[in-house]
Structures are given as structure tokens and as C-alpha cells.
């Protein structure tokens, strides 16, 4: 299950494929999407180090 999870690495080494076309569609702004990453890539590494600070606490609960 763990390797389904998104890590901020994998946010932030995410690509995604420009496409050129001739007929009318709508894009997605690159920099807003680029910012939208940012945000995600920043609340996951916050939610990771809360994890890992629950975990230790656990842990260091459980030994005593």
C-alpha cells in the first residue's frame, strides 16, 4: 500500500505532456498548475513529518 502513496518527491518530479493542437481546447495555465504542485508537494511533506512525529511518540510511548 505504501508504494500507491504520493511522497513530495513523486509531486515534484511529476510531469505532464504538452500536446499541440489546431483545433479549439482548453489548456490547463502551466503556472498555476506548477503552483497547485507547490501547495501539494508542501502539505504532503507537512503531513509526512506529522506522521513521522506521531509515530516516534508511539513508539517512544509504547516503550516505557
Not at 503556472?31 to 504542485?37: C, L, R
Not at 501547495?39 to 506529522?50: F, I, K, Q, Y
Request: net charge negative; proline share 2%; hydrophobic share 40%.
Amino acid at each position: 500500500m505504501a508504494d500507491l502513496l504520493l511522497t513530495p518527491r513523486d509531486v515534484r518530479n511529476q510531469g505532464f505532456t504538452t500536446r499541440r493542437c489546431f483545433c479549439r481546447h482548453d489548456w490547463y495555465d502551466a503556472d498555476e498548475v506548477d503552483a497547485f504542485m507547490e501547495r501539494v508537494e508542501t502539505t504532503l511533506a507537512v503531513l509526512a513529518m506529522e506522521i513521522n512525529e506521531l509515530r516516534k511518540e508511539t513508539e517512544d510511548g509504547a516503550s516505557h
